[in-house]
């Protein structure tokens, strides 16, 4: 009987040993609630820097009111621009028209000259 009980101690101290083993691997694979607080802080710290759908509906309201006020801006730069060039067509004219009236009186004035110097 000594012997069995022998034996048994053996045995119980070699199970004794192994799962301690397990124990210390088992732990190595399982977190801890330390190990939990820090991932919820830097999945906090990770999701203040995502942009959440309110803001991109804000942004998408922005865009749109920023492309609205540019539209109208380019609808009046347009309207300006059609008036300069209504300007600048007239201011053409009138250049080309006293360019033609000076060649004509410089014409008149170089013939009256001819002719009157023999």
Aim: net charge neutral.
């Amino acid at each position: 009987m000594d012997d069995q009980i022998t034996q048994l101690g053996r045995r119980l101290t070699a199970v004794e040993k192994d799962v301690a083993v397990f124990t210390a691997e088992a732990r190595a694979h399982y977190a801890t609630k330390d190990d939990l607080a820090g991932l919820d802080a830097r999945v906090a710290i990770i999701q203040s820097n995502y942009a959440t759908k309110e803001d991109i509906a804000d942004l998408r309201t922005e865009i749109r009111d920023t492309e609205a006020r540019l539209s109208a801006q380019i609808a009046a730069s347009d309207i300006r621009i059609a008036g300069l060039e209504a300007r600048l067509l007239k201011s053409e004219n009138r250049m080309m028209r006293w360019s033609l009236s000076m060649m004509v009186v410089l014409t008149t004035i170089f013939t009256a000259v001819v002719k009157l110097v023999p």
